[in-house]
């Protein structure tokens, strides 16, 4: 009898499509994001199971929005969707789980706190309760998909607790964790009332992946922390726990991108083509961009203020230098989020106002998604990118910026506080994102940096991040669960 191969179980919030009506027509859209570009070769491959949430259905025909409420289907959709190899099991929530779940714990509690802005929070114990519940849903699903043998992959911090659930069903199954986003420092993390349950339901998996050394080191030091039952080994890079019976291994693992897909684009004709336009439409100005999701957390504010500053202690530069500033939509339901959208259209308008004159605008500023062909364009136009989040996991933006720069020209502009800036920082030029001078100054050295410096500085991003891709990120993470 043929050995059954054991097969892959990702699970993850949002399935990696998203659904639009078009025409009066739901269709299931596929995402291009890196992990998924990492995920389904090894699905193909394998075969298995990617398990999440529908989610909200995308902008209708009449521009407005929809909660997915035909399972049925959802369901035939998402048949008509995957390879052979693997299949898709969407969990559904019901409007209440979809609020106390992901727009109060994960989005009201979690993101705030592990992005070091605690002051956000709002700890409300429904949130906790509803947190419970629907980690408890998705482990149902996982149990209903996997088999004994098979791979287990949870991602992210909306689902920290699926594991607790899973294990106590699947004892002996392989079960693995990556964190997206930054791990707090014990003094930040000791405000989360369930920070204990939080904490033992990591360690119920194998291994625990999280994006940098100082990541890793914060998980670390907060196990040793809150609880005292636990023991800490290291051997090398590498650091296992023991608790309650059971071994987990926790190791950094930096996230990363396609370099070969951006870089190739980069080069196509119609991405040249349009690059050239954009540079021609801005006047041959020196463009300086931001491209960040809508958050509290990118430091858009911030960086506008830095701008102004740019315009006001360098009076030489105005006519010469344009911020290209893309804001994504993001969580617009939640009032912070409006809030800090009124701002930034208000410090637009501001800049705008006292620093523009006739044929020069300082601040073009698009508050929509971007398709990749022209994002990337945008990447190879632009002489600087200038990503300064208040604090980021990864920030997969930078990496991008740098994958299509196939001319080994442009400069980054990167936050320390990036997760990606260990990796970036000897390439990149380094600011403190709060220090509005500080970012202003960086900027205009990059307006003045020599071509020799900025194509020695570009070439070793461009090689760091060839070198570590998408690829390399999921094969070592594979290689250390084995």
Sequence with gaps: MATRRRQLVVVSNRLPLSFKQYKGE?????????????LVPILKDHGGTWIGSPGIAGLGDDGGTSRLSDEAGIQKLLDDSHDDAYRYLPVHLTEEEQTNFYEGFSNEIIWPLFHDLQSRCRFFPRYWDFYQRVNRKFAEAAMSAAKADDIVWIQDYQLMLVASYLRKHRPKSKLAFFMHIPFP????FEKLPWRGAILEGLLEHDLVGLQTLRDERNFVACIRSFLPGAKVERSGDVRRVYYANHKTRVQSFPISIDFKQYSDAAQSAPVVERAAKIRAELRDVHIALGVDRLDYTKGIPERLRAFSCLLSDYPELRGKVALFQIVVPSRETIVGYQNLMAEIER??????GEFGGTGWVPVHYLHRSIPKE???ALY???????????????NLVAKEYCASRSDSDGVLVLSEFAGAAPELGKGAVLVNPYDE???????????HMTREER????????AGIRRHDILH??????AALE
């Design 26 to 38: 739901l269709k299931a859209v596929p995402s291009s994001g890196g992990l998924v570009s990492a």
């Design 185 to 188: 420092a014990p003094d930040i």
């Design 347 to 352: 410090s637009v308008t501001h800049i705008n």
């Design 374 to 376: 022209e994002l990337i």
């Design 380 to 394: 190879k136009a632009s002489n600087t990118a200038l990503i300064t989040p208040l604090k980021d996991g990864m």
């Design 437 to 447: 001078i500080g970012v202003a100054e960086a900027l205009n050295r990059s307006i």
């Design 455 to 462: 194509r020695r500085r570009m070439s070793r991003l461009r």
């Design 473 to 478: 990120w999921r094969d070592n993470f594979f």
